[in-house]
Structure formats: structure tokens, C-alpha cells
């Protein structure tokens, strides 16, 4: 992926684009939102990630020209602003996900790897398949090597969204997020123990595990045969 | 600055002036008035009376000559009165009258004049004003017809003085007053500015003084009073927080530079160095997640949150979080009970409340079972959370079978980094029920704790809103009434 690291401070860009390259990513960098907005306008980028504050052009006024401009590159917000309040106005000026500072590496990967894929066609598709595991989105049904599963409601969106993303890291905040809709720390391990309860119905009378947790990170599904 | 010329400058004082100044001139202004109109009467009176027997004794003339005229004066000097008469010959010596002798500048002058003269009174001879009209008649003969106006004089010196007088009393009552009532004021100012100078210095406990008769100053210094109550509290509280984050941030960040300092020292090897570092990064996100909660409390005190908020089914929101919290309490071998049935609605932010009613979940399920997974008589312990509406409040309760809270420490618990002796087995930061205490004041509700027998009862309660109508009422009410007659 070839991505645009808008931030002013040196040593984070610089961390961002050491890390970025070791996982395979072309990292280019700007300083502040003047040059971030004039890269961002000229280059295909496959994804931003913008800091809010930023000298000479506010990352929000970066984001809403962009935008204004009909440049769809997704965008992730970095801010040292965390409350609800925050997020909602990062999103509302354009953004497509905003992670708050300080963060882990390995939440910030996962993150634009999910944005970056969200463009793709699969988006749209009323099946996923991963393996011999088959979700379809219309009929809310799910099979094992043609076996029916029985989820609870919450269990099949936690499974779509894992789907939707196969292949991809996807951490803790990404599905308290995105499945449950919460944005605040809920201070117990209570998602992996919904991960835990929906591998046992996925994985557990079958040979080969689908659902697999990235250690540091977060889980991941994909057909480990491939 | 003298205490006398801080007085004088005072505002009370100077308007006291200023009265004074406008009420003296208005004095004058009406007294002088009633003194001129007073004289302009008198004299008008003076003038007829004068007239009338200067007509009299005309027709005297006119009928019997000199002589008749001058019996006729003769008689009227008998008569007493105020009334002046001299007839003088031509050497201006008396013919007749009731003035003794006439002063030669009298003599001589001629038409109205005014003269002094003098007559027998009680123990001597008295000097009196008088105002006279002088006639000439034929053969060089007199006439002077005339009136005591020494009254008139007296009058206009009572007026005087009596002005004086006034005036004199007036401004020793305005300025007494004004310096009484400045001196009254400047007190209560300066008893004011005593005590914030005090309060500036750093003693937030002093309090503006009241003195009960419930005045303007009053009112104002009970204001003053409820605005430094809450100064004082709310820098006591930034003193407790200092004094906690000072312990229970600093005391993680010693044990993290410790482990990194003790892995450098030594030279393990790689795998050493790993697990150092990722004890670490361990760390650290337990001091991140206790920044941010500080953070979020901080804020939500200083009401810098909630612009989101919204009308929401309480009892939908307890369900949903009970549901996430429901797969941990099992695997800890505890009940989880959501019992929120029918909506009950208020005016939340979403994720705020719902972090709220996690928190209390997540304390149920931390600290509220006796001895884990065992339970009184072999049953699993229970937590339980509901919702309903109480009166005008949206009431959620989340109560536990655990040790409870003592009576005496309810209070505490909701202070930040609060934690009780026997949590301290479990990981937390305190910071839990702060949270959950500044959400609820935030959204203009309160959150109590209470006994469960046991257990603890903890009640979070939001001031209830109307139920949304739902989309057939609103269709309804839309259409407007059908008037129809009877």
C-alpha cells in the first residue's frame, strides 16, 4: 500500500514510516497540512493518516477540502483527543476512522488495512467465504463444510465482521467498535471472551481453526490451508 | 489613603453630597419665592390701605378746607393703629398727627418714601420702619399720610434666619447621615476586602461576612459564599487528585523503570529483553487506561462533554451492555441477570451512559461474589440490573451478592482512586465509580449506593423523558382533530 503520513512531529513520522515499510507499505511523509493536502492532491494514495493538529493547515481542514474536492482516499485520524465528542467531529469532517494517541502499532496496522480494503468490491457481497465456512448476509445462515451453525444475532455480526475482513488483523476496539458500537473502554476482556464462545461454535468439532488470535494484536480469520 | 478621605471618596458619601446640593438650592429657591410673594402682597396691601385714606381725607379737604382736614388728622391720630399722620407748615413744624417730629430730608421729599422713626415703647424709645406718602398742599402745608412696616422688616429678618437656620440644620443632617451611612457601608465593603485578600493569599476557608438582614450585600456576599464553597471544594479535590495521581500513577511508572533499568543492567539475552519489553508496553496501557479515565472525568466534571446527547431506551441499553458483560460473569461462574423490559426513556450520550452501566457491571462482577463461583448454599451468585422508571427518574439498579460497602465508606467510594482494602486483589484503577458518579451529574442525575442484604445496591437514576410517540400515534396527531358536531 502506499501511504501518506501527515504529522508534525518528527519522531512519530518517523517511527510510523520505519514501521509502515517493515510491514511492506510505501511510507511518504509530510510535516504539516499545507504539503500533506498538496501530496495528497497530486499522488494516489491508498490511504492517509492525518494528525489532527497540524501547523499551517488544521488536519480537519485538510480532510474537508480533500473531500470537498471529491478525493475519496480513505483517511485515518491520529488526535491526542480522545472523547466521543471529538471523534464524531473527525468523522463528520470526512474522516473514515480516528484512533486516539497514544496507540499500538499493531491497532494502527489493522486499522488501515480494514480502511484500505473497505474500497474493494467485497464490500457490497452477500457472501463470504472463508475456507469451508460459508456466511450469507441475506438468509442470516451460516455453515461449517456444509453443517448449519447456530449463532445468537450478536455472534453472526461479530462473524460477518471478522469475514468481511478475512484475512486482515482486526483488534479488540476495531469489534467493540464496529460490532457493538461502543467507544469507551470496557476494562475486562469481554470481547475475547465472545471470540472464545463463537471459535467454539466455529472451529471446535472441525480439523483445521479458522479463527485465530495474532498475538498483541487482535484475531484474525482465514483459511490457514491456503 | 486616610481613613476620612477614603470615606469622603466613598459613592455613598458623594451621592449623599449631591442630594444635599440639589435638595439646599431647592430650599432656597422655595422659600425666597413665598418671601417675594409674600412682600409683593404687603406692600400691595400697603398701597391701598394708604389710598384709601388719602381718599378720605381728600374729600375732607375738598368739603371743609385746611381746618377740616386737620381736625380730621387730629382725630385719627387718637385712634391706635399703625396708621402715620403729620400735617407740617411750610417751616415744617407739626400741625397735626401722631408722629412727633419729622427728620428735614422727610420734610423736604415729596410722593412714597420710606423713613425711620421713633416712638415711645415699653422702657424707652424705639427706632421703626414706616412707609409714607407725602402730599404738598396749598400755603406750604404737608401732608403726610403713612404706615408702620417695621412688621414687614421683622419678617424678612425671621425669613432670613430661618433660611439660615434650615439650611445649616440640613447640612449637618446630610452630611452627619451621609457619613453614618458611608461610614456603615465602607465597613461591610472593607470586612469583604479583608477576606478575599485573605482568600487570595490561599485560605479558602474564609467567608464573606453576612449580617442577616438580608440586603443586597447580603444577598450578594450568600452568592459570593456559594461560589468560594465550591472554589474550596473544587480545589480540595484537585489537591486529593494531585495527591492520587501522584501514588497511583507514579507508583506504576517506578515498577516500569525499574523492570527496564533491571533488564539492561543485566545481560540476559534476547528473550529476556523481549519479555522486559513487553512488560512494558504492559504497563504503560495500564497507565494509558488510567490517564484516559482520569481524563473523561476530568472532563465530564468540567461538562466539556455530552454535546451528543439523545433520547434513548434506557432498558434497551442496560439489555445490550448486560449482553456484553454476560460471557465474562459466566466464565467467572456468576448469574447475570438483565431484567429491563419495558422502555424507559431519557436524555443521554449513548456511549457515556453505556460506559456507566458498564462500569457498574463490570464492579457486580469483579467484586461482587463472596467466594467466586462457590455462592450461598451452593447457588451461583447473582448480579442483577434493571431499569425501570421511579417517579420522574429513569432508575437503573445493578446490585451484587458481595461484601458490600460500609455505611461509612458509600461516600468515599466515589472519589477518585478509591479503593477498598478488600478489592485490592483485583486489578482496577479506582476510577470506575468516579466515572459513573460525574456521568450521572453530568446528564442532572445521581448515583447512590446502597445494602443489597447483603451485597451492595448500586442505583444510577437520570431524569426520565416522555416516550417518543411511535409512528402510528404520530400519523395521528398529524392529521389533526376531528371536530365533528354532536
Not at chain 2, 489613603?1 to 442630594?19: E, G, H, I
Not at chain 2, 417695621?150 to 440640613?170: F, K, P
Not at chain 2, 504497563?283 to 488510567?290: H, V
Not at chain 2, 472525568?297 to 454476560?326: S, T, W
Request: glycine residues 8%; negative net charge.
Amino acid at each position: 500500500m502506499r501511504v501518506l503520513v501527515i504529522e508534525d512531529d518528527q519522531e512519530t513520522a518517523s517511527f510510523l514510516r520505519r514501521a509502515l515499510k517493515e510491514q511492506g507499505h510505501v511510507a511518504e511523509y509530510a510535516a504539516d497540512g499545507q504539503t500533506g493536502l498538496d501530496l495528497a492532491r497530486v499522488n494516489a494514495y491508498d490511504i492517509l493518516i492525518v494528525d489532527r493538529m497540524l501547523p499551517k493547515l488544521d488536519g480537519l481542514a485538510v480532510i474537508g477540502t480533500l473531500r470537498a474536492e471529491e478525493i475519496r482516499t480513505p483517511v485515518l485520524i491520529l488526535s491526542a483527543l480522545g472523547e466521543v465528542d471529538d471523534r464524531v467531529k473527525g468523522l463528520r469532517a470526512g474522516g473514515d476512522d480516528y484512533l486516539t494517541k497514544p496507540y499500538a502499532f499493531s491497532e494502527l496496522l489493522a486499522r488501515i488495512e480494514a480502511l484500505a480494503r473497505r474500497t474493494s468490491p467485497e464490500e457490497g457481497s452477500t457472501r463470504f467465504v472463508v475456507g469451508d465456512l460459508v456466511l450469507d448476509r441475506l438468509s442470516h445462515k451460516v455453515t461449517r463444510a456444509g453443517e448449519a451453525i447456530l449463532l445468537q444475532p450478536r455472534e453472526f455480526r461479530l462473524l460477518e465482521y471478522l469475514m468481511k475482513h478475512a484475512g486482515q488483523v482486526v483488534t479488540r476496539t476495531m469489534l467493540l467498535e464496529n460490532v457493538w458500537d461502543y467507544h469507551f473502554d470496557p476494562q475486562t476482556n469481554v470481547i475475547d471472551v465472545h471470540v472464545s464462545r463463537l471459535r467454539s461454535k466455529i472451529d471446535k468439532n472441525f480439523a483445521t481453526p479458522l479463527l485465530h488470535t495474532v498475538r498483541g494484536a487482535g484475531y484474525s480469520i482465514r483459511d490457514s490451508a491456503h | 489613603m486616610t481613613a476620612l478621605t477614603k470615606l469622603f471618596r466613598t459613592t455613598t458619601f458623594r451621592l449623599s453630597l449631591t442630594y444635599l446640593a440639589l435638595f439646599g438650592a431647592a430650599a432656597v429657591v422655595a422659600i425666597f419665592y413665598i418671601y417675594w410673594n409674600t412682600t409683593v402682597l404687603l406692600t400691595r396691601q400697603l398701597h391701598d390701605t394708604i389710598d384709601a385714606e388719602l381718599t378720605g381725607l381728600a374729600e375732607q379737604y375738598t368739603g371743609g378746607g385746611l381746618n377740616r382736614l386737620v381736625r380730621t388728622v387730629a382725630d385719627r391720630s387718637r385712634t391706635p393703629g399703625n396708621s402715620l399722620y403729620f400735617v407740617a407748615d411750610a417751616d415744617g413744624r407739626r400741625v397735626a398727627g401722631n408722629l412727633t417730629s419729622i427728620s428735614e430730608e422727610l420734610a423736604k421729599s415729596l410722593g412714597p418714601v420710606e423713613f425711620e422713626y421713633r416712638r415711645p415703647a415699653e422702657g424707652g424709645i424705639e427706632t421703626r420702619l414706616a412707609f409714607a406718602n407725602v402730599f404738598r398742599l396749598p400755603g406750604g402745608y404737608r401732608l403726610i399720610v403713612g404706615r408702620d412696616i417695621e412688621d414687614r422688616r421683622e419678617l424678612g429678618r425671621v425669613i432670613r434666619s430661618a433660611m439660615l437656620w434650615g439650611l445649616s440644620v440640613m447640612a449637618l443632617f446630610g452630611i452627619g447621615g451621609g457619613y453614618l451611612v458611608s461610614r456603615n457601608l465602607l465597613a461591610r465593603i472593607d470586612a469583604v476586602t479583608e477576606t478575599a485578600r485573605t482568600i487570595m493569599e490561599g485560605d479558602l476557608t474564609g467567608r464573606l461576612p453576612v449580617t442577616g438582614s438580608g440586603d443586597e450585600l447580603d444577598r450578594l456576599s450568600q452568592n459570593l459564599n456559594l461560589m468560594l464553597a465550591r472554589i474550596e471544594q473544587l480545589m480540595a479535590g484537585l489537591r486529593e487528585v494531585s495527591d492520587n495521581i501522584a501514588h497511583d500513577l507514579k507508583t506504576p511508572l517506578n515498577r516500569l523503570r525499574n523492570r527496564v533499568e533491571a533488564a539492561l543492567r543485566e545481560p540476559y539475552g534476547e528473550t529476556a529483553y523481549r519479555e522486559a519489553l513487553e512488560h512494558t508496553i504492559e504497563e504503560a496501557d495500564g497507565l494509558i487506561k488510567t490517564f484516559n479515565a482520569l481524563l473523561s472525568i476530568a472532563r465530564l466534571e468540567a461538562g466539556a462533554a455530552g454535546d451528543n446527547k439523545e433520547r434513548l431506551d434506557v432498558a434497551a441499553l442496560v439489555r445490550d451492555v448486560a449482553e456484553l458483560y454476560e460471557p465474562v460473569a459466566e466464565e467467572r461462574g456468576i448469574m447475570l441477570k438483565a431484567e429491563a423490559v419495558d422502555p424507559v426513556f431519557t436524555r443521554a450520550d449513548r456511549q457515556l451512559l453505556g460506559q456507566a452501566i458498564a462500569n457498574l457491571i463490570d464492579n457486580a462482577i469483579k467484586y461482587g461474589a463472596p467466594d467466586r463461583a462457590q455462592g450461598v448454599n451452593g447457588e451461583r451468585p447473582e448480579v442483577s440490573v434493571t431499569a425501570g422508571a421511579v417517579g420522574p427518574m429513569a432508575e437503573i439498579v445493578v446490585t451484587d451478592r458481595g461484601p458490600g460497602v460500609p455505611t461509612c465508606e458509600r461516600e468515599r467510594v466515589l472519589g477518585r482512586f478509591v479503593r477498598l482494602e478488600a478489592s485490592r486483589s483485583e486489578p482496577g484503577s479506582g476510577l470506575g465509580l468516579s466515572l459513573v458518579a460525574a456521568v450521572a451529574r453530568l446528564h442532572g442525575g445521581g448515583l447512590r449506593l446502597e445494602d443489597n442484604h447483603p451485597g451492595l445496591k448500586v442505583v444510577l437514576s437520570l431524569p426520565a423523558e416522555a416516550p417518543p410517540l411511535d409512528d402510528e400515534t404520530a400519523k395521528h396527531a398529524a392529521a389533526g382533530p376531528e371536530l365533528k358536531p354532536a
